[in-house]
């Protein structure tokens, strides 16, 4: 095999293993995947000032993500269908974030159930939420996320309705999926991959079916999700939910400085600054350029963390340099999880904290914590860090 260097190793390497319709679930964006590609490029925009004869030895990354020691300021990211990129890929994600030390996110649309997971981990993950119609569901939903141990709620708040996804289109991915002559030849294009799933009896939406009337299987779970999609989800929803959980609550899906002091007020502990990988609002700006005026607006008063477009720890640290307390992680370890399992996401995570720490000491640091706009170069024409 050859040496994984990056990332984008580990995303090659998925594309050649994962059939095309899971790849692409992961590797687009809605539309013309403007705000997809801008998520990744306005990183590159940003540049470091490099400074030298600064003693960088006994470097740190650990620090804090609401009120949990973390070994980098790194969380995985929620992330539908994670267990049809690798058979049972929630657990195995779950399991290599625990022992790196850093938090692992559970979408409400895993594969493997909350309680599959907490089977398999030995201590307490985050769950992410979406409000569906069906509010006694997100009860009984928030209890089991509470009964599991799960030391922090993750609502996310920019699934209302659904961006439209031209590859999953094509793709006939859809939740089922569509099973055809075309899928059928995607799957067996992938021969390892399906022996593989096989093997396990998670190949279902573990938190929806059984859980719910109306979607007790696979063929009724499609109908059952088109209807649960809440276009009427506001403010009043998300202090609902407040006064349910107990835990640390953190608000995800934020663009705009005026949401961000909407969701100070609600009594979240943090929020996320993102806009769902570019799979919802096409021609939305990136989120590394929405996280100043929000770090501006309300970063005194509540942990502002961003997500969208990461793919290394160079991007981690640009991030932290404008005034980001902690990032997430989603396509940069499905990348990793889809092409070597477990092991992968280690990987992963490997490279983005060994990039992290080298690209910290050359900008003359030893504490993560100490990360400041200081810095970034900044063209003297307008002083924007962004070139």
Not at 40 to 56: G, N, T
Not at 76 to 103: C, H, K, N, S, W
Request: charged residues 25%.
């Amino acid at each position: 095999m050859a040496v994984i260097t990056c990332i984008e190793d580990l995303r090659r390497l998925h594309r050649r293993r994962v059939p095309r319709m899971f790849f692409d679930y992961v590797d687009s964006g809605s539309w013309t995947e403007s705000t997809y590609q801008a998520n990744e490029q306005d990183y590159q925009r940003l540049r470091f000032r490099q400074r030298v004869a600064v003693d960088i030895s006994a470097r740190s990354l650990a620090t804090t993500l609401v009120g949990q020691p973390v070994a980098m300021p790194v969380a995985l990211a929620p992330t539908g269908l994670a267990g049809m990129q690798y058979p049972d890929g929630e657990i195995l994600a779950a399991r290599a974030a625990e022992r790196f030390g850093v938090p692992f996110t559970l979408s409400t649309m895993s594969i493997c159930s909350i309680e599959d997971v907490a089977a398999n981990t030995t201590k307490p993950f985050w769950f992410q939420l979406y409000v569906m119609r069906d509010r006694d569901y997100i009860e009984r939903l928030i209890g089991r996320a509470r009964d599991a141990g799960c030391s922090a709620l993750v609502l996310t708040l920019d699934l209302q309705i659904m961006g439209q996804r031209h590859k999953d289109l094509r793709n006939g991915l859809s939740t089922p999926p569509q099973f055809n002559l075309r899928t059928a030849l995607d799957l067996l294009s992938r021969p390892r991959w399906c022996a593989r799933m096989l093997g396990t009896r998670r190949r279902s939406f573990g938190n929806v079916v059984g859980h719910v009337q109306g979607a007790e299987n696979l063929k009724s779970l499609g109908q059952w999700s088109a209807s649960q999609l809440d276009p009427t989800l506001d403010w009043r929803d998300v202090e609902w939910i407040r006064s349910l959980w107990k835990g640390a609550l953190i608000l995800k899906g934020i663009m705009e400085p005026e949401d961000a002091r909407r969701a100070r007020e609600s009594g979240a502990d943090a929020l996320i600054v993102s806009n769902h990988g570019g799979r919802q609002l096409d021609g939305a700006p990136s989120s590394i350029a929405a996280l100043p005026a929000i770090v501006d607006a309300v970063g005194r008063d509540i942990e502002v963390w961003v997500d969208g477009g990461i793919r290394s720890g160079q991007d981690v640290l640009k991030a932290l340099a404008l005034g980001a307390r902690g990032t997430l992680i989603g396509r940069a370890f499905l990348y990793g999880l889809g092409a070597l399992g477990e092991t992968g996401v280690t990987r992963a995570l490997e490279i983005i904290r060994n990039e992290l720490d080298l690209s910290m000491a050359f900008c003359g640091l030893r504490d993560v914590r100490d990360v400041t706009a200081g810095i970034l170069w900044a063209p003297p024409a307008n002083g924007s860090p962004f070139c």
